[in-house]
């Protein structure tokens, strides 16, 4: 079952897929979120409050970038899930320069076919493979009943499993 763009891009669990979307899209709001942080911890510069005012105002700051960058971490763990990766290769990341030539080339990669160890393809699409095993079923399934090996009861019945209905 596909999993809503909002809900992947803002988990904070790094099993599972993320599709290409998901990910320029999260990378897209995360940029937007971080200036935003940014921008109020500059205006906040310029304005004169109490010690105790900026140390709260400083701590949550620096907590929503935090939030923000564990997010993005799990998201990109889940976009090398897709890719059919280990979440380790997120250490190329924190190369500089290598850093931002891997997040180009895992942006652009497109997903592995069908399941892979890290879960199902995040579309519910079904692998080539799979698909040729459904055809050789049901046209196996017609030939027994074309035969009269099968009722039509029981190949209805079988037919709704192979299609799992």
Same mark, same amino acid.
């Given at each position: 079952?596909? %999993?809503?763009?909002? #809900?992947?891009?803002?988990?904070?669990?790094?099993?599972?897929? #993320?599709?290409?979307?998901?990910?320029?899209?999260?990378?897209?709001?995360?940029?937007?979120?971080?200036?935003?942080?940014?921008?109020?911890?500059? @205006?906040?510069?310029?304005?004169? %409050?109490?010690?105790?005012?900026? %140390?709260?105002?400083?701590? %949550?700051?620096?907590? @929503?970038?935090?939030?923000?960058?564990?997010?993005?971490?799990?998201?990109?763990? *889940? *976009?090398?899930?897709?890719?059919? *990766?280990?979440?380790?290769?997120?250490?190329?990341?924190?190369?500089?320069?290598?850093?931002?030539? @891997?997040?180009?080339?895992?942006?652009?990669?497109?997903?592995?076919?069908?399941?892979?160890?890290?879960?199902?393809?995040?579309?519910?699409?079904?692998?080539?493979?799979? #698909?040729?095993?459904?055809?050789?079923?049901?046209?196996?399934?017609?030939?027994?009943?074309?035969?009269?090996?099968?009722?039509?009861?029981?190949?209805? @019945?079988?037919?709704?499993?192979?299609?799992?209905?």
């Amino acid at each position: 079952m596909p %999993v809503s763009l909002w #809900s992947d891009i803002f988990s904070f669990r790094i099993s599972g897929r #993320s599709p290409r979307k998901h990910y320029w899209i999260g990378m897209l709001v995360f940029l937007v979120l971080s200036t935003l942080v940014e921008a109020i911890w500059s @205006a906040l510069w310029g304005v004169t %409050v109490t010690e105790e005012a900026w %140390v709260i105002a400083d701590t %949550v700051l620096v907590g @929503a970038y935090l939030l923000l960058y564990v997010l993005l971490c799990c998201l990109t763990v *889940r *976009r090398l899930h897709d890719i059919g *990766r280990s979440g380790w290769w997120i250490l190329f990341f924190f190369v500089p320069l290598l850093g931002w030539f @891997a997040n180009l080339v895992l942006g652009f990669l497109a997903s592995s076919e069908g399941s892979n160890r890290y879960g199902p393809h995040p579309y519910g699409q079904q692998n080539i493979e799979s #698909s040729d095993k459904t055809v050789e079923l049901l046209e196996r399934l017609a030939q027994l009943h074309r035969q009269g090996d099968l009722s039509d009861a029981e190949y209805a @019945a079988e037919k709704a499993r192979v299609l799992g209905k």
